[in-house]
């Protein structure tokens, strides 16, 4: 954590970790490879075979319910000749059957069958199954870690647990989902949301509603709180996390909604929207699409400035900047954060 000296001294990350291909290649095997990663929702594979697939920073992946019921998840790609195993998006299956050359896996990633490959010299199946991944559900979501050998979900988020205890997650309704690309590097929208510094002058219709110049961000485990007061007749009540390293869950009594800030490489991002609402009944869809609607504007006003901040990190210009010893302690944690993570 942070304290007076570091943040008074504190500087930024320099331009090129935001565009470089190969710090992005050091972050996707450092920080992607290592860290849970929300993939999808629990009621989204209820039964025996059903599957989703991901992507996680240029790694394809699958969840699929066993026939214990058990939730496992591999890297998409056969041992043959890395075709897929599944295509993208979600479904049922009764096999898992390479859709190249249809070589044919067990939901324990054991290869069963090879399907006129002939007779191979020092061939054991047994040598050939998928690799593995991590799977874990934290209150009705699905999370995956590439590496095996990481800390369980339920360790590595009890800090989060803690935080929102208070609120019936699990009872909320999905609604639906929105994605948007931005061009920008995935650290220069997490920069943003770390800090409200900005909310002044990005974000006019959410200053009229909190007192922006008293806005804090709450250091935790992994993970930061934000808040600010609300201005009087607001209704913007609930919680505002934001956890390593690209997740933003915005609770509120209603409902939620969540963020994730995902790489598509150097610098490009795709940010993926989950909506929730405890009233999914028509006669809340008005409040609903206000709602979501409120939501998507903010997010329009990040990306234009975040795609304006790449531009100028790309420009050759620019280095390193100071941080607010005020307002961006948050900035300083994620950067940390960073930087940790690529030097291990």
Known sequence: MPNAIDLNRATTLPAAWYGDTGIWEKERRAIFAREWQMVGRADEVPEPGCYLTAEIAGWPVFVIRDREGALRGFHNVCRHRAGPILWDGNGRCDVLRCRYHGWVYDTEGALRRTPEFGEAADFDKADFGLFP??????????????????????????ALGAETAGFPIET???HSSADHEIACNWKTYVDNYAEGYHVRDIHPGLDREIESKQYEVLLRD?????QAPQRDGANYSGLWLWRWPNLGLNIFPTGMNIERMVPLGPNRTKLMY???FQDTSPANEPTIQAAMAATLAVTQEDARICEAVQRNLDSGLYDTGRLSPRHENGVWYFQNLVRNALAA
């Open 222 to 226: 992994k993970h930061a709180r934000h």
């Open 172 to 174: 909320y309704r999905f």
């Open 274 to 276: 989950s909506f929730f």
């Open 133 to 158: 991944i991590q799977v874990g559900v934290w209150r009705g979501l699905v999370f995956v870690n590439l590496d095996i050998n990481a800390q369980p979900l339920d360790q590595a988020f009890a």
